[in-house]
């Protein structure tokens, strides 16, 4: 056992029998590298990381590998999924000098932390143009024992040059029509009409994008951005990134058409994905957005979920394929031979239905399941029993592993999802769900001074920090279920974590965030990106809570806050929106208000009351906030002085600090949130 095994990541835990002499990432291996003049081996990647997990094999558990390595290198191992700030600082650099960057990511550094040689993926032997992996550390071996004054000063200009690169400039204000109106035409250019979706192959769920494409709807009537969300989402519901048994989806599909997935599967999409159909069966009525938004909740929850009501971050792509051997996608694809094992005389029947072939559709005659038949009737009821056969019959095959550690932001992603999921659909069991997620965030990722720790594993919390996307995604997460709840504590505890923002994440001067706290651990440079990639940035996500909370309170300074952080959708919009979908939702959410629903009556179990409520929570209106309380209330800012109408319950609609008269009837509050 090395170093690592005293950690709490499941990734480094899995490097912690290698026979290299790993050190986590800290202090004490930058400064025994110092004393031993010896160059530092960075290897980032994360736990359901398939190219992660076939180098570790070819050359982290090769022995001779590993006694190279050990006498003349200090080998660091970091998740970035724990190390988000390590990584998006060395990943800036890779993607600067190749061009391009993936994990696992490899760099050499100097003793003081400066890179110096970057790559990603190297093979056990040259291949394909590229060198082995032990050339490689000959070659930069060599180089530090030669020219180690020569490899000092191009480390040193690489970090230069790294500072001096442009910090994000942004607007003086928020974006306005004219903005997302061009960011809209910028995703039609670069939609797929035949398949759904943005760009080519590999094709990823762009679910921030249709987030901002459903409440552009929602404010202008947009036929055209509807159309794109729905018929991306049925697409992708219909191909095999969507899990058709057991439901959820994986992380990318490598092909255009949505056929064949990068099987693993991640919290913060799924945890996406689903409030995506949830928001799309508010907005259209559609059955297929109810079946997927409520498969992928239970998905989660059923998968997901952990002993102490949190969610695991991952399932891995790969899996034993019966024989011993892990293979990607072992779990979840089938040939003809096997349907028939499981299904008998309704094989054929579950071939054409899941698009099965002989030829198949992924690998050696295997084909991933999906729906490829628009046409044609099938017996609801039969194909019903299928599924269940198939998917109780997969559930008995060796399973992909579990990635257990907890990470805030991508579990405040997942209270938010299963929250407005229950509420819209009448599952308390998801809203319970919910609940138990928040709670383990407040109990052991969040301590006295309203500061959150990053990751936590069998609830005990992890070492490193959190970052602007937790205090984002959390308080986000705790917006969602204070509306839904009704429980003012959740708001109370979303003020918290974001009046950390600006004391703490905020240049004072221009307002720009930056991904990490002031007072964090200083790194060769202070990481700062607003574009959304697979969740949320720090940046918008921040933006988009500040709004929230503001509209639930009327804090100037918090929506002061959210508006000059909204700035750089303003810059990025028209240019990028693909890449900066949530900004765009939250700047959505800004133009309409948002909108602030007060509704009061004399108690939770009232019928009237939770009528109203529900209609509230229903409401497309983007970026809509629900107060729900008694008259005599004093959980809600909102519900100050808000009155019964001649003693039944009333809902207050207010927008722009204008207020309509109240209504006690659901069909008029939906009038007013349409």
């Given amino acids: ?27 004490e291996a930058f400064a025994e590298a110092r004393r031993t003049n010896r160059p530092v081996l960075l290897s980032v990647g994360y736990s359901s990381c398939h190219w992660c997990h076939v180098m570790a094999h070819e050359s982290f558990e090769d022995q001779a590998t590993a006694d190279y390595l050990n006498e003349h290198f200090v ?68 180089a530090w024992t030669t020219r180690q004054d020569e490899v000092s000063e191009v480390a040193g200009k690489i970090v230069r040059d790294l500072a001096q690169r442009e910090i994000v400039r942004q607007a003086a204000e928020a974006p306005g029509e004219q903005e997302l109106a061009q960011a809209l035409l910028g995703l039609t250019r670069e939609y797929d009409p035949q398949r759904g979706g943005f ?12 987030e901002f494409l459903l409440r552009h ?54 945890a996406l994905l689903c409030r995506v159909y949830a928001h799309l069966w508010r907005a259209t009525g559609s059955d297929l957005a109810r079946r997927v938004a409520l498969e992928t909740a239970d998905f989660l ?64 005659g295997q084909s991933v399941l999906q729906l490829p038949q628009t046409e044609g009737v099938f017996d609801a009821e039969k194909i019903a029993s299928v599924r269940r056969r198939l998917f109780d019959a997969r559930a008995r095959r060796p399973a992909p592993g579990r990635d257990d550690k907890i990470v805030a932001a991508w579990n405040g992603l997942a209270v938010a999802a299963l929250a407005e999921t229950g509420a819209y659909f009448g599952r308390p069991d998801l809203v319970e769900a919910a609940l ?51 429980e003012g504590v959740w708001l109370d505890f979303a003020g918290l974590l ?39 940035s720090g940046w918008t996500a921040a933006a988009g809570a500040l709004l929230g909370y503001a509209a639930h ?41 948002p909108r602030e629903v007060a509704v009061v009556g004399p108690g939770p179990d009232d019928e009237r009351t939770a009528a109203l409520h529900h209609t509230a929570l229903l409401g497309a209106a983007p970026g809509a906030v629900v107060a729900c309380g008694t008259p005599d209330g004093d959980e809600f800012p909102l519900l100050a002085g808000r009155t019964l109408v001649d003693g039944a319950p009333a809902a207050y609609v207010c927008r722009g600090f204008v207020c309509d008269l109240p209504v006690t009837d659901p069909e008029a509050l939906r009038a007013r949130l349409a």
């Fill in 301 to 364: 929850v059923r998968e997901l979920r952990t002993a102490e009501g949190g969610f695991a971050s991952a399932l891995d792509a790969d899996s034993d394929d019966g024989t011993g051997r892990h293979v990607e996608g072992a779990y979840y694809v089938w040939t003809p031979a096997q349907l028939r094992d499981v299904l008998g005389d309704d094989a054929e029947l579950a071939a054409r239905y899941f698009g099965v072939t002989e030829e198949g559709t992924f690998e050696h």
């Fill in 75 to 142: 080998s660091v191992k970091v998740d970035r999924e724990e190390r988000p700030d390590v990584d998006a600082v060395y990943m800036e650099a890779v993607q600067a000098a190749t061009g391009h960057g993936g994990w696992p990511m490899t760099v050499f550094l100097t003793p003081d932390a400066e890179p110096f040689y970057f790559g990603t993926y190297y093979p056990p032997a040259p291949r394909h143009g590229m060198p082995s992996f032990r050339q490689v550390l000959e070659g930069v071996q060599q």
């Fill in 199 to 210: 760009g080519g192959a590999p094709k990823f769920p762009a679910s921030m994008v249709l």
């Fill in 217 to 270: 709807h929602a404010r202008t009537g947009a036929e055209g951005a509807l159309q794109m969300a729905v018929d991306t989402c049925e697409r992708m519901a219909r191909g095999g990134i969507y899990d058709q048994l057991g439901g959820g989806f994986a992380r990318y599909s490598v092909d255009r058409d949505w056929i064949v997935p990068h099987f693993e599967k991640m919290l913060y999409d799924n």
């Fill in 498 to 536: 974001l009046d950390q923002v600006p004391a703490r994440f905020t240049d004072p001067e221009t307002g720009a965030l930056f991904d990490t706290a002031s007072d964090a651990e200083r790194l060769i440079r202070r990481p700062q990106d607003p574009t959304d990639n697979a969740a949320p």
């Fill in 553 to 593: 309170t009327g804090s100037e300074a918090h929506r002061v806050a959210a508006e000059r952080a909204l700035g750089v959708v303003k810059t990025l919009g028209p240019r990028v929106p693909r890449f900066i979908g949530w900004g765009l939702a939250v700047a959505e959410a800004l133009l309409d208000g």
């Fill in 1 to 27: 056992m090395n170093r690592l095994a005293h950690e709490t990541s499941p990734y480094l835990l899995q490097h912690a029998d290698n026979p290299v002499d790993w050190w986590p990432w800290s202090a």
């Fill in 436 to 486: 138990g997620a928040a709670d383990l965030l407040v109990r052991v990722h969040l301590d006295e001074h309203a500061r959150l720790a990053r990751t936590s594993k069998d609830g005990r919390v992890g070492p490193n920090a959190g970052v602007l996307e937790d205090y984002g995604d959390v308080a986000e997460g705790f917006l969602a279920l204070a509306s839904v709840t009704g």
